[in-house]
């Protein structure tokens, strides 16, 4: 930060005045959607503590409606309580979400900052190879690898870690080359800073803040993937709870008792839509001007 | 021109022979025997060791590899194991159907996009506008299978308008065809229509923001004159976008197509992937990563016809 404040540059100026007014006064949508987020992230760790054993139903109270007998979202097609399933659905679906985001996170980030301070040969080589990830349609490749992996959590972080990866290797990148041949930069490699230290110390501070606005719009996105993935079968195995699988299974009673997959699908939606709106309102807060979608 | 199509071609080529790896690869790993099942149950060992050798999986995975992509390269992409016939044209035939939902949801997107991010960039402070934005951010989040939910039940069960399923009733013809696509269409063109009108509303603020706009309105041209010129210089970015969307559609409609029962590519993947079908599989996510490469192809070509500078950059 200190070599930021030294260099003088016009435009690392504008980025340091940028993030100063972030901080003093964040709009009001990134508290509220922050706290949503929170406190969604909060019912992922606590969520199945709370709800108990929501993977035995009473077939004698199957397809209650809202409010009957004491089920405040009434039951499934087995009989089992909806509100529980959900709280207790939180965990996948809150792990399927962020883990893949932090992890692709941290390993896009690393690729995109190298291949933005290698040689040219080594830069085409990262981003031609990526290029081959993006060519194929995001939710295509999640599917494909989901599908050779099999069912589980864990697979389904890997398959959408990986997808991932490219669009925010991606980002790191063009963040990244629009640092070089800034002073700052050229003062610390004069000072005979080595890459790893440069890329700690100059670029990662000044990349970070739109890496942080584009992986919280990608957490909404994963959880949408995640859900996705469960309900095509691919995801949680039953009778686990998870939000996309719930819709997968309570589908059947569509025509009949349609509130029943309707809520984790309008559930899900809205998380999504939550952690969208925190990254706008991070973004404007940044100042990132970058379509980052 | 000629040869920055050339040059966008030729450096299609390595990508493609990329996907095609990555594409053998992810099958390869798929769990299951393919010899049992096409075998089916009670095939002695004889049979699924003759089988095997046949089908070439006897030889190492770079030699297999090879076979695949030469008697791809020749139009044969192996034989459907769940319903043994040429894996090419029944992909082929789905991939058609998906063309037409995809081409359909294209013009709602277009439509829609359009018109949220228009208000939104031409009336930014009004209610309108505000309203046309916050439905665009709203509709980039929404998961397609929640809004097909949505739309089923609010809209196909209570007012009995739009079938549920499939592509033809039983008259058949377009307007048919236009009718049973119609929530299929909608449901997948809705995100793309949100980010179709972020980015109009985002360039139409940024060109009416501009010098030559003042220029424009000191020489006194019209104001209608005036939007033409800006809406002009919103028009690479908007391409460029709208290009992306068609291959996310391409590539999305997977659920769309799952849960309206539509005969497209996304519902013979989901069906392959479950029984295993590797030959349809491979050839289902190589056609699918072929047009979106294509895709790009065709959105960067055309973007350089409309901007000179991507031209000789």
Same mark, same amino acid.
């Not at chain 1, 405040?72 to 087995?78: N, S, V, Y």
């Not at chain 1, 985001?101 to 031609?128: D, E, K, N, P, Y």
């Given at each position: 930060m200190t070599s930021i404040a030294v260099s003088g540059s016009e435009s690392t100026q504008a980025v340091t005045h940028a993030r100063r007014r972030g901080r003093r006064s964040l709009p009001w949508t990134v508290w509220v959607f922050g706290t949503v987020a929170g406190l969604m992230v909060l019912l992922g760790i606590f969520g199945p503590y709370i709800s108990g054993d929501?993977?035995?139903? +009473?077939?004698?109270?199957?397809?209650?409606? #809202?409010?009957?007998?004491?089920?405040?979202?009434?039951?499934?097609?087995?009989?089992?309580?909806?509100?529980?399933?959900?709280?207790?659905?939180?965990?996948?679906?809150?792990?399927?979400?962020?883990?893949?985001?932090?992890?692709?996170?941290?390993?896009?980030?690393?690729?995109? $900052?190298?291949?933005?301070?290698?040689?040219?040969?080594?830069?085409?080589? #990262?981003?031609?190879?990526?290029?081959?990830?993006?060519?194929?349609?995001?939710? !295509?490749?999640? #599917?494909?690898?989901?599908?050779?992996?099999?069912?589980?959590?864990l697979n389904t972080v890997i398959s959408l870690s990986i997808v991932l $990866?490219?669009?925010?290797?991606?980002?790191?990148?063009?963040?990244?080359?629009?640092?070089?041949?800034?002073?700052?930069?050229?003062?610390?490699?004069?000072?005979?800073?080595?890459?790893?230290?440069?890329?700690?110390?100059?670029?990662?501070? +000044?990349? !970070?803040?739109?890496?942080?606005?584009?992986?919280?719009?990608?957490?909404?996105?994963?959880?949408v993937f995640a859900g996705g993935l469960s309900f095509l079968g691919l995801g949680v195995a039953p009778p686990n709870p998870?939000?996309?699988?719930? #819709?997968?299974?309570?589908?059947?009673?569509?025509?009949? +008792?349609?509130?029943?997959?309707? $809520?984790?699908?309008?559930?899900?939606?809205?998380?999504?839509?939550?952690? +969208?709106?925190?990254?706008?309102?991070?973004?404007?807060?940044?100042?990132?001007?970058?379509s980052t979608r | 021109m000629i040869r920055f199509v050339l040059r966008r071609l030729g450096y299609g080529v390595p990508v493609i022979f990329g996907v095609a790896v990555i594409v053998f690869a992810t &099958?390869?790993?798929?769990?299951?025997? @393919?010899?049992?099942?096409?075998?089916?149950?009670?095939?002695?060992?004889?049979?699924?060791?003759?089988?095997?050798?046949? %089908?070439?999986?006897?030889?190492?995975?770079? %030699?297999?590899?090879?076979?695949?992509?030469?008697?791809?390269?020749?139009?044969?992409?192996?034989?459907?194991?769940?319903?043994?016939?040429?894996?090419?044209?029944?992909?082929?035939?789905?991939?058609?159907?998906?063309?037409?939902?995809?081409?359909?949801?294209?013009?709602?997107?277009?439509?829609?996009?359009?018109?949220?991010?228009? &208000?939104?960039?031409?009336? @930014?402070?009004?209610?309108?506008?505000?309203?046309?934005?916050?439905?665009?951010?709203?509709?980039?989040?929404?998961?397609?299978?929640?809004?097909?939910?949505?739309?089923?039940?609010?809209?196909?069960?209570?007012?009995? %308008?739009?079938?549920?399923?499939? %592509?033809?009733g039983d008259g058949g013809g377009f307007v048919d065809l236009l009718w049973h696509g119609f929530l299929p269409a909608l449901t997948s063109a809705l995100v793309p229509a949100g980010v179709i009108g972020r980015v109009f509303r985002a360039s139409l603020l940024d060109a009416l923001g501009m010098d030559f706009v003042e220029a424009l309105r000191a020489r006194g041209l019209s104001e209608r004159r005036v939007l033409v010129h800006a809406v002009h210089n919103t028009l690479p970015s908007l391409l460029t976008m709208a290009g992306l969307q068609v291959g996310y559609l391409l590539g999305g409609v997977v659920f769309v197509e799952t849960i309206f029962n539509w005969p497209g590519l996304g519902l013979l993947l989901f069906q392959s992937i479950s029984a295993r079908d590797l030959p349809v599989t491979q050839a289902g996510v190589l056609i699918s990563a072929l047009s979106f490469v294509l895709i790009n192809i065709v959105v960067d070509t055309a973007h350089a016809l409309i901007d000179s500078r991507v031209r000789t950059s």
């Open positions: 929501v993977t035995a139903g +009473n077939l004698q109270d199957r397809l209650l409606g #809202i409010g009957q007998q004491g089920h405040l979202l009434g039951t499934d097609g087995q009989g089992r309580d909806v509100l529980g399933r959900l709280v207790a659905g939180a965990r996948p679906s809150m792990i399927a979400a962020i883990v893949p985001v932090l992890a692709a996170g941290a390993i896009g980030s690393a690729v995109g $900052i190298a291949a933005g301070m290698a040689g040219q040969r080594v830069h085409s080589l #990262i981003m031609r190879t990526l290029d081959v990830f993006y060519a194929f349609p995001a939710v !295509l490749l999640a #599917i494909a690898i989901a599908a050779s992996l099999g069912n589980g959590t $990866i490219p669009p925010i290797a991606r980002i790191a990148e063009t963040e990244t080359m629009q640092l070089q041949g800034m002073d700052f930069m050229e003062s610390a490699r004069a000072s005979g800073a080595g890459s790893v230290a440069i890329a700690r110390r100059q670029i990662l501070p +000044n990349v !970070l803040p739109a890496l942080i606005v584009y992986c919280t719009t990608l957490v909404g996105l994963a959880l998870e939000w996309g699988q719930m #819709i997968n299974e309570q589908r059947q009673y569509m025509f009949t +008792n349609p509130t029943i997959a309707l $809520i984790p699908a309008v559930v899900i939606f809205a998380a999504s839509l939550v952690f +969208n709106l925190l990254g706008d309102g991070l973004r404007d807060a940044l100042d990132i001007r970058r | &099958v390869k790993i798929i769990p299951g025997d @393919p010899v049992a099942l096409l075998a089916g149950a009670g095939a002695s060992e004889a049979t699924k060791d003759e089988l095997r050798s046949r %089908m070439g999986l006897d030889d190492n995975l770079v %030699m297999q590899f090879w076979h695949w992509l030469t008697s791809a390269l020749q139009g044969d992409l192996g034989t459907s194991i769940a319903q043994h016939r040429p894996a090419l044209p029944l992909v082929a035939d789905a991939f058609g159907n998906t063309l037409i939902l995809a081409a359909y949801a294209t013009v709602l997107a277009l439509l829609i996009g359009l018109i949220l991010g228009g &208000v939104a960039g031409l009336r @930014p402070r009004s209610i309108a506008g505000r309203v046309c934005s916050a439905i665009s951010s709203i509709s980039v989040s929404a998961p397609q299978y929640s809004v097909a939910l949505l739309l089923i039940i609010y809209v196909a069960l209570n007012t009995g %308008m739009f079938p549920v399923s499939g %592509m033809y």
